[in-house]
């Protein structure tokens, strides 16, 4: 059977830098709280009329291909992996396909909606691909356009602070190489806190979920039998069209599953935590990465974190501080990768690569 490899890597983040200062002046945070709690100075915000998710996308991308050394047209699949998606339908997959200009319809495109661990459920979907031979050329990415989708009032702030934009992207290509490429991947789901990290409208639920929602629960659906909006005045007014997250709740969760996935997945490829020369966890909070640091038993050196300049960019963050750590020289021939992710869905994964 084949293996799979990383042939390129690239990333792309918007020009635009918005520090802590900048929030400051249009919410009530400082600079203090936002460091403090998440280690997050300053992140990117792409140029709204010029920049989408999917053309970050793009310019992850190219990056990506041509570092494979491979023409465009020969990418045979699309994965992408987002959360902020251009738009409600199509998915950005085929919108990828058309900004990089590929007319080869052969290829599939494929979306996948897995927020926080959404580059690793699309790193394993590949890995099978390739593996039984079905797919050469896949281009993975992850992106996000957070800054279109938040709350800058106050109201939103244990939300806002934390995200940003941005795009990472890989081709995945067949290995013949023994012990080369990916060597495990696992992937958990756990649906009973969808709501506690969710954004819901626009959304087609009539009101459906309600009692899963702690606050806030009225969605202010009436009673009509057809015609009803995905999003009324009642959810603008309450700000419910905005990421709802139970922070505390969610940092629990994380620093439980971190650990778990990453042990599992070491496990399936036969080996151990002293193994691993380079953790890149999702970036999710700089306290979560160091609470796994510490657990792992790694050194500084051995793990990787960006989230300082460049916040929670969700889906995109695993490959953008892979492609920094590789750019960096940080990854090396051979060395062992572990990168891990949890987020909403609950759903979270893990991937174990031999450079
Ligand atoms: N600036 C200032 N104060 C803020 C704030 C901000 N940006 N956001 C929240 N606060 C306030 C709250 O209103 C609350 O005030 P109160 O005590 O007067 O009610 C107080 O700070 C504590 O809020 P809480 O939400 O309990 O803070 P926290 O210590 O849990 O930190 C997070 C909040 C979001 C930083 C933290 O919970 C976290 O990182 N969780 C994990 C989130 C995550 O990883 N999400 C992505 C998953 S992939």
Redesign the pocket.
Known sequence: MLGTKIAGIGYYVPEKVVTNHDLAKV????DE??QE??GIVERRYGKKHEETTTSMAARAAEVAIERAGINKEDIDFIIFATLSPDYYFPGCGVLLQRELGITNQEAGALDIRN??SGFLYGLSVADQFIRTGMYKNILLVGSEMHSMGLDFSTRG??????FGDGAGAVVLQPTEEKGKGILATSLHSDGNYAEK?AFVNPGAHGGYHAKYMEEDPDFGYSDAEFGEMFINEHMLETGQIFPH?E??F??KM?VQKFPEVILETLAKAGLKKEDIDMLIP?Q??L??SQFVQRRMGLRDDQVWNNIQKFG?T?AASVPIALCEAVEAGAVKDGDIVCLAA???GFTWGGAVIRW
């Open positions: 919410m009530d945070t400082t709280w936002v709690r998440t927020q926080c702030r244990n939300v806002t602070v934390i990290l997250m922070g505390q969610v940092f994380a999702h999710a909070n306290r979560i929670n969700t949890f987020g909403s």
